[in-house]
Structure formats: structure tokens, C-alpha cells
């Protein structure tokens, strides 16, 4: 790949070329691969993990991450810029269990901008313009719950990773007016007003279990994860 950068990662058992552009992105896998982003639960079992979605795949730091702890899972990634669609569909094609779509996740179906971050490339990329952003393209949007459906993902997930630049709550009213639900729920926020809003979402079923602030300085407050209420009461009853 022209003008691509690699880094060799390494499962244990088999080794993989990771492409990516600008040194941002290295940094979002080293950051990624440290844990701290998605802390591992020691009560989860690789055996409860069949279906990840990782919603705002980027290049595959996160996919790739998954894999690594469940090799055995199918993950679903989805990314709607086209440059990043690249380098994702070149680095998760080594790994048949990870699918790649070239789609933004959102509560409707429209087209709509897309600008690109001039301070921090393509890790900022959004269809929100901010300081230090440019127009981009035009990217294709759709109902989450629908290309779920579409593809036949099961409505009781294992794993939902969403980091989508400002897009995370029409993603998540999507998914539970489809009647989805997620053991494990990573989320990105990007203000209190949004950090409120998902916990209003989530908290009728899902317990917050971690929140961290990511520090990164470019509006990203930080991370959140929830852990579904009947999962935990499940494992408490075994």
C-alpha cells in the first residue's frame, strides 16, 4: 500500500502487518493494545463472547484488539471514511472472522459531509465540523438497527464498541428501539451533556461499570463501559 506505514503485531501464534498513515493512528493502537480504552472484565470468558460490533472501526486498532482476546468471535466493523475504510479492509483482511463495511452507523439514512482533521488526521474525522477541520467528502449514512438486522447480527450482543466522533447517541436509540442489548457496552463520549445522555440510555439496563477520561486534549472527554444487568445477575447466580 502506497505511502502506508506497518507495525508487526503478534497474537502468540501467528504474526500480522498493520497498516497505517500518520503517526496518530500508532498511537491509538498502542493506546488501544495498553487496555486502558477496554478494560478486560476477569469475569468474562472467552466461551460468552460470539458477536463483537465495533461501530467506528477507523484503521482496525480495536478489531484487532478484540481478536486478539477472542479469536473466536465474529466482529462486525464499521467505518464510513473512505480513506480509513482502506487501510481498515487491508489490515482485518488477514482475519476472516473480522467483516468490514464501508458505512456510517446513525439513526437514519442520509448522506451527509464529512470533514477531516487537520491537527490530528484521520483518528478526528467526523460528519461535526470543529476547529482545525476541512470539508473531506460526502459519506453514506444508515439506521444501525437496520444494517444489524441486515446482516443477520443477533439482537443479544456480546461486545458493542462505539467511538464515532458525536454519533454515539443516535447509534444507541437506533440499537434499542431495534431492541438490541450488548453484555458489554464501550462507549465514547465527547461533553457531560452526551456523558448524561448515554447513562439515560444505558442505566435502565446496563450498570456503568468503568469510566476514564482519555486526556487527549481535542474534545474527547473520555470512555465509558457498561455491563448489562441480566449478564451480572446471570453470573451471580451461577
Not at 503485531?9 to 493502537?29: C, H, I, P, T
Not at 454519533?167 to 465514547?188: D, M, W
Not at 435502565?204 to 465509558?224: I, K, Q
Request: proline share 4%; with cysteine.
Amino acid at each position: 500500500m502506497q505511502n502506508a506505514n506497518v507495525v508487526k503485531l503478534s497474537n502468540g501464534s501467528r504474526d500480522f502487518e498493520f497498516f497505517y498513515k500518520q503517526l496518530g493512528s500508532r498511537a491509538v493502537l498502542e493506546h488501544i493494545f495498553s487496555g486502558e480504552p477496554y478494560p478486560i472484565l476477569p469475569f468474562v470468558k472467552g466461551e460468552h463472547i460470539k458477536t463483537i460490533v465495533d461501530i467506528g472501526a477507523h484503521i482496525g486498532e480495536a478489531a484487532f484488539f478484540f481478536h486478539f482476546l477472542y479469536p473466536d468471535a465474529d466482529i462486525f466493523s464499521f467505518e464510513p471514511d473512505p480513506e480509513s475504510f482502506g487501510l481498515l479492509e487491508r489490515n482485518v483482511g488477514q482475519i476472516s472472522k473480522i467483516r468490514p463495511f464501508h458505512v456510517g452507523c446513525f439513526d437514519c439514512d442520509k448522506e451527509v459531509e464529512f470533514f477531516k482533521s487537520l491537527e490530528f488526521g484521520s483518528v478526528g474525522n467526523s460528519i461535526y465540523a470543529k476547529s482545525n477541520m476541512v470539508h473531506s467528502c460526502r459519506v453514506q449514512l444508515k439506521d444501525t438497527a437496520t444494517i444489524l438486522n441486515s446482516l443477520a447480527i443477533p439482537q443479544q450482543i456480546d461486545i458493542l464498541k462505539i467511538d464515532t466522533e458525536g454519533c454515539e447517541i443516535a447509534v444507541l436509540r437506533s440499537l434499542f428501539g431495534g431492541r438490541f442489548r450488548s453484555k458489554l457496552a464501550y462507549i465514547e463520549h465527547h461533553s457531560e451533556q452526551d456523558c448524561h445522555e448515554i447513562h439515560n440510555l444505558l442505566f435502565p439496563t446496563h450498570v456503568l461499570w468503568n469510566s476514564s477520561a482519555m486526556g487527549c486534549g481535542h474534545g474527547v472527554p473520555g470512555e465509558l463501559l457498561y455491563v448489562d444487568r441480566q449478564y451480572v445477575s446471570g453470573l451471580a447466580s451461577r
